[in-house]
């Protein structure tokens, strides 16, 4: 496997010697990914669709979501509950992020960048439906796309903006909560697609760390004191995940808090490259494909 990625993009592979150069990293990023939806509490609630989807699937839980699951067949898109909001497809480790967000009714959140809105749905659901939400994103393309999902989702406390994801650094101890699921190489979306392989560039990873620290820097300076801000990524690179925090570290009083959820996880990277990171980033959950059979991840749960 190792050397068909190899025959592919060299370059990663060697890159990637040095984060996991198990047989069973490539192994699992070969494979077909797994299936899986989240039922929207907005519409109708989980023991009902799913007593229905039953009828004609073979569905398995989401250990870490209550409203997700895993599906054996395909046709699922062409069921009547995905045609009318009641479930929407999303991978199964990024049903993460809104988890962990510990939140409640009521409060004011910024999805820094939103589109396609699957999170922002989960987390209109987690809110009831209260508050408010600012889905923003910075592309007119993806914003037509996040607002139809809102809407066929009834998200109805959701308000969106189309700006530059360093523009809410203005907005100084704001937000309640944040939620910055941040523009990456997407390493972990290779078993959905090999053109993420092809497309892999060690350049393109530090212009998008660059990029990724500028957000996070923006985000928590838009947290209010107490609040809480997860970071996350679908790539394994450390330049875009562990350097990341560990320059909100370098640079704010922000604390890590540790990711306690029921998830197998890969120990987050503390030297990459000749550069050392704080030694809390072993606070923050990184997940391999091999680990849970799912997409490679990243996520960081941070308190101002």
């Given at each position: 496997?190792?050397?068909?990625?190899?025959?592919?993009?060299?370059?990663?592979?060697?890159?990637?010697?040095?984060?996991?150069d198990s047989d069973e990293f490539y192994e699992f990023m070969s494979k077909p990914l797994r299936q899986s939806f989240r039922?929207?509490?907005?519409?109708?609630?989980?023991?009902?669709?799913?007593?229905?989807?039953?009828?004609?699937?073979?569905l398995e839980k989401v250990p870490w979501c209550k409203e997700g699951f895993f599906v054996e067949e395909e046709g699922i898109?062409?069921?009547?509950?995905?045609?009318?909001?009641?479930?929407?497809?999303?991978?199964?480790?990024?049903?993460?992020?809104?988890?962990?967000?510990?939140?409640?009714?009521?409060?004011?959140?910024?999805?820094?960048?939103?589109?396609?809105?699957?999170?922002?749905?989960?987390?209109?659901?987690?809110?009831?439906?209260?508050?408010?939400?600012?889905?923003?994103?910075?592309?007119?393309?993806?914003?037509?796309?996040?607002?139809?999902?809102?809407?066929?989702?009834?998200?109805?406390?959701?308000?969106?903006?189309?700006?530059?994801?360093?523009?809410?650094?203005?907005?100084?101890?704001?937000?309640?909560?944040?939620?910055?699921?941040?523009?990456?190489?997407?390493?972990?979306?290779?078993?959905?697609?090999?053109?993420?392989?092809?497309?892999?560039?060690?350049?393109?990873?530090?212009?998008?760390?660059?990029?990724?620290?500028?957000?996070?820097?923006?985000?928590?300076?838009?947290?209010?004191?107490?609040?809480?801000?997860?970071?996350?990524?679908?790539?394994?690179?450390?330049?875009?995940?562990?350097?990341?925090?560990?320059?909100?570290?370098?640079?704010?009083?922000?604390?890590?808090?540790?990711?306690?959820?029921?998830?197998?996880?890969?120990?987050?990277?503390?030297?990459?490259?000749?550069?050392?990171?704080?030694?809390?980033?072993?606070?923050?959950?990184?997940?391999?494909?091999?680990?849970?059979?799912?997409?490679?991840?990243f996520i960081a749960k941070i308190r101002k």
């Amino acid at each position: 496997m190792k050397n068909r990625f190899a025959e592919i993009n060299r370059k990663f592979v060697e890159k990637y010697e040095k984060i996991d150069d198990s047989d069973e990293f490539y192994e699992f990023m070969s494979k077909p990914l797994r299936q899986s939806f989240r039922v929207n509490t907005l519409k109708c609630d989980v023991k009902t669709v799913i007593e229905e989807l039953e009828k004609k699937f073979s569905l398995e839980k989401v250990p870490w979501c209550k409203e997700g699951f895993f599906v054996e067949e395909e046709g699922i898109t062409n069921t009547p509950e995905f045609v009318l909001g009641l479930i929407f497809m999303q991978e199964a480790s990024s049903m993460i992020p809104p988890v962990v967000m510990d939140l409640n009714k009521d409060m004011f959140i910024l999805d820094m960048a939103a589109s396609p809105g699957i999170k922002t749905i989960q987390i209109s659901q987690y809110t009831e439906n209260t508050g408010c939400i600012i889905a923003n994103d910075v592309k007119r393309d993806r914003i037509y796309i996040l607002i139809s999902n809102l809407q066929k989702a009834g998200a109805i406390n959701v308000r969106v903006t189309m700006k530059d994801g360093r523009f809410f650094k203005r907005f100084r101890d704001t937000f309640d909560r944040i939620l910055i699921d941040a523009p990456c190489s997407n390493v972990g979306m290779i078993r959905k697609n090999y053109k993420y392989l092809k497309i892999w560039r060690q350049r393109d990873v530090e212009a998008l760390s660059k990029l990724q620290k500028e957000l996070i820097y923006a985000g928590y300076l838009a947290l209010k004191p107490g609040g809480i801000l997860v970071y996350s990524t679908c790539t394994l690179d450390p330049e875009e995940n562990e350097e990341v925090v560990d320059y909100l570290l370098s640079n704010t009083d922000a604390k890590l808090e540790r990711i306690k959820i029921s998830v197998k996880r890969t120990e987050p990277i503390l030297e990459f490259n000749g550069k050392i990171y704080n030694e809390e980033v072993r606070k923050c959950l990184r997940i391999h494909p091999q680990n849970n059979d799912t997409e490679g991840f990243f996520i960081a749960k941070i308190r101002k």
